[in-house]
């Protein structure tokens, strides 16, 4: 199904053309995944989905439906209970939308935002970032001009719309007057056949990339642009990309920017680093921790006030080149202190990904009464943990080697793709001794 409102560009242009084409669909069936609808407002439209509700131009939260046994307490303002569907409240409007059973909150105080975001949540609980209407029309803009995003291209969406990811494409795609292929969810047939049949740009995370490439090693022709970001990169995999036919660029972004401040520029070498968006500064910390500043930075969370210093100092840990490109190492908060020793889980996941008989993993640090924290790990694969370990003891300091394991069929991921850190922790904690 596609839905078009009247032409429009730039800034009153969250109305251009969006195309449900979710796979095996009864195009007759009256279930679009999203829909556009008139405010009172024509120049305010809201877009109303399964996943959420929200407007542009004035205060709203998206909150993605799940699925849990006890109320969910994301902050005072927000709670999601199993009965819940959509919520989002605007301001001045109370509650606009919510599921069976869900009692409507207070009005929360959104502080002048335009569109409240979750964080996904991965290393504790979700926050809600405030957006302006300049942080989304800034956002909207350099990405617009950096990747020569136009009326004629259209963007692959496989991902989650509760998530700055999957919101951002909606927004950046009508500021440049283009088109988004919706497709429920990331399957590799679907979005393969997607990329030959007409689609010219997309954003996955590198699982999503590496499944489409197993499936469908290409060629591919047409794509301009597939944007890679959400998480470290394997090694190889964007050289594996390439050879299929895939413009492949990594991206680096977050909730609080509203997407991407950096990304590898089109028609540049392969890299695995990220150049600024116009109007982007990125410089790197004392403590080695990538700091962001620029118009489409968030002025703060909900329930906290405004953030005084321009700079947005992340806890996400890179390296600045000459170029002024940037490639993220880690995550600051992810490291494991144990025994007074400092962890990098992702030097111990590189290792272990670097055999075969390992198919994914995670690595967290778990609770120790002893060494305050001991290093985990989560994975998927042929090798017992015995093998594991007596592989990693020859490679790495005793310290940085597991002491907790647990082997699954899948680690646990995000709706977005992510290694879900918080699961794992809890799943290995869990094991017995």
Not at 352 to 374: I, Q, R
Request: proline share 8%; glycine share 12%.
């Amino acid at each position: 199904m596609s839905v078009k409102s009247k032409p429009a560009t730039g800034s009153q242009a969250l109305g251009s053309k969006i195309s449900d084409t979710t796979e095996g669909e009864d195009k007759g069936q009256n279930r679009p995944m999203i829909r556009w609808l008139e405010s009172a407002d024509p120049e305010r439209p809201f877009l109303v989905s399964e996943e959420g509700v929200l407007s542009y131009g004035e205060a709203a939260a998206a909150v993605r439906r799940r699925i849990v046994s006890e109320p969910v307490v994301l902050r005072p303002e927000i709670t999601i209970d199993s009965a819940l569907v959509l919520l989002a409240g605007i301001a001045g409007g109370g509650v606009v939308a919510t599921g069976p059973g869900v009692e409507a909150p207070a009005d929360p105080d959104l502080g002048g935002a335009a569109l409240v975001v979750f964080t996904s949540g991965t290393a504790g609980i979700p926050k809600g970032v405030r957006l302006t209407l300049a942080n989304l029309e800034a956002a909207a803009r350099a990405s617009v001009e950096h990747l020569g995003h136009g009326a004629d291209d259209t963007w692959l969406l496989a991902l989650p719309l509760h998530h700055v990811a999957g919101i951002s494409i909606l927004v950046r795609s009508a500021w440049a007057g283009g088109a988004v292929r919706l497709l429920n969810g990331f399957d590799p047939a679907t979005f393969a056949g997607a990329l030959h049949q007409g689609a010219t740009m997309a954003s996955v995370v590198p699982t999503m990339l590496a499944r489409l490439l197993d499936h469908d090693p290409g060629p591919y022709t047409g794509v301009r642009s597939v944007l890679v970001g959400g998480g470290s990169i394997p090694d190889g995999l964007l050289e594996r990309a390439a050879a299929a036919g895939l413009p492949v660029l990594p991206t680096y972004g977050m909730t609080e920017t509203f997407g991407q401040v950096a990304t590898l520029r089109p028609g540049a070498p392969l890299s695995y680093r990220a150049h600024p968006l116009p109007g982007v500064e990125i410089r790197i910390e004392d403590d080695g921790r990538v700091a962001v500043k620029g118009p489409q930075v968030s002025p703060g969370y909900l329930g906290e006030s405004d953030r005084s210093d321009p700079w947005l100092v992340t806890n996400d840990l890179g390296e600045v080149d000459a170029e002024g490109a940037v490639r993220i190492l880690g995550r600051a908060d992810t490291v494991i202190v144990t025994g007074g020793e400092n962890v990098d889980p992702s030097r111990v996941e590189t290792e272990l990904l670097a055999s075969s008989s390992v198919d994914e993993v995670v690595v967290v640090g778990v609770p120790d009464p002893e060494w305050g924290m001991v290093v985990g790990c989560v994975y998927a694969g042929e090798a017992s943990p015995d093998e594991l370990e007596a592989d990693l003891k020859a490679r790495l300091p005793v310290f940085m080697v597991p002491k907790r394991w647990l082997r699954v069929e899948l680690i646990p991921r995000t709706p977005l793709g992510k290694p879900d850190r918080s699961v794992a922790r809890a799943l290995v904690a869990a094991e017995p001794l």
